[in-house]
Every structure is written in C-alpha cells, then in structure tokens.
C-alpha cells in the first residue's frame, strides 16, 4: 500500500482510506454488518496496509466509532483517524469539544479520564496570540492580533487578554482571505489565498518559479541581491504588506505580532513594515509590528493559558 506524507501529521497517510459508515447501523440502510464483520473488516484494512480510517460520530450514533475503536485495539496509536462533526452541533468551542471527547470515548480513547483532568481544545495561532499577548512581546497592548507565518499561515485575536472567536470560530483566519482573485489555488478550495503567496514553502516554490532552484527559506535569505532575489523579495514584501494592511484597515490592533518561521526573516520588520505602513488607508498609521520573544514554545504557553 502507497503511502502519502500528509501536512501537520507526523505519519504518512495510506492512500486508501478505509470508508466506516457502513460497519455501523444507518436509518436508510440498517444493521447489515455485523460488529463480527466490522471487526473483520478493520483487520483485513490493516493487513493490507491500510493506516487511514474515516468515521464520524454519527454514523449509527457513535457505533461506528465503537466498533473501529475495538477492531483497532492496541493499534490505535499507528493509524490516523479521522472523524467529523455532524452539522447539528452548536458552533462553538464547547460544543465542538463535547462531540470530540463524545468520538474519543468510543474510539476508547477517552482522554479527559486518561489524563484525569479536563481537555481543552484551540488552534495554534489562537495559543500563540494569547501567550504573546499575556507574557510575550504583547503584553502591554490590549488589542493583539497574533499571526503565525510558517508551514501554514493563522491568525489569532484578543481582546483585553480573551481570544475573539467570532460568529462561526473563525475570526483570524487571515491566511484564506484573499489577496489575488484569480490567484494560486488553495487547498482550502479558494484562489488567492495569503497561504498560497507568504507561507515559508509557498515562498520556497515561487523561488523554485523564478531560479530553478530548490532551497530552504533560511538559504534563500542568504542568497546574493541580484535581479531574481531583488524580484522574489519584492514580491514577498508587497504580498505581505497587502495581507497586513488589510488587517490594520479593518481590526486597527495595537500591535501586530509575528510568529512561526517566516517570522525570523529580518527584512520584514524593516521594508516589510514599510511596505504594510504605504498600504493602510490612514496616513498616521504607526502600528508596532513586532517578532514575537516566545518562540516556539509560544503555543505551549498559549495552550496552558486557555481557561
Ligand atoms: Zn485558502
């Protein structure tokens, strides 16, 4: 069975992935397969090198999950699984956190009684922004907007020391607005997006487009200012300074910080600022723009920060 690496998992994901509905009861279809043929189904998947599985909560009502959980058995820990929320859950963080911990429990994966304290659940940026904004860089600054430029792109907003989660939980998300409308196709299924321009490997393969050459961002920084670096840095800087002057004309944050890889490129606090400051619409912006003194344990600090 081919395997495919798979962005922020640290397994790589077979190629065909073993579908649960359907070792689960379902209204339209009843309980045609057994928990015996379920069982011996998963197994037969995992002989044949299957490490993908993809299930959801209501698929029989949680069924489907208790029967992969069992067929799974000491093997849950080298296969990914997958699971959803069904679209009648409320849109919030706790509801989202009462489903997850609802699939985990019949995976037999329970971990609020594993660990013996409670989970709780929130994205990386979100963690970033709320530690740099309580012990970082951001501390003295009510209104934070927290930005992670690395791998992938995210945002985080707080408020007077509280993460702003919006309507729908997706306040921040300024890596899919977008900045180019016909622009680079997204995985998230948008054109445009400022994950497909700024992004440390979004910025390696537009160096890829211009030289020829594959090289880690670090290098590519380092590279001599001839006409190809001169164009890819330009470029770097008037995306960049588009993403974050859209930012300032809506939200106006007091400060602006910067985290993830990307954020170790020193131009951007100089000519990057620049370029963001020529973009706003106001004449007297001065947002500080700031790289974050947390580093990578930002996110840590910011996870155990979440009340
Ligand atoms: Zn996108």
Redesign the pocket.
Known sequence: MRSVPCRGLDKPWSVITFGCWQIAPSGGWGDYCSPEDAEASVKTALEGGITAFDTAEGYGDGESERRLGKALGSQKDEVLITSKIWPDADLTLASYQERLEGTLRALDRDLTAALGRPVRLQNDANCFAISEATMGIAKNYPFVFGVILGTGIGGGIIINGKIHHGRTNIAGEW??HTLHQNGKK???G?KG?V??YISGPALEQHWKEITGKTQSLSEIVKSPMNSDFLKWRQEFLDNFGTALANVIDILDPDVIVLGGGVSNIEFLYSDGIKNVYEKVFSDLVDTPILKNILGDSAGVFGAALLD
């Open positions: 890596g899919h997204c995985y998230c948008k997006c994950e497909t």
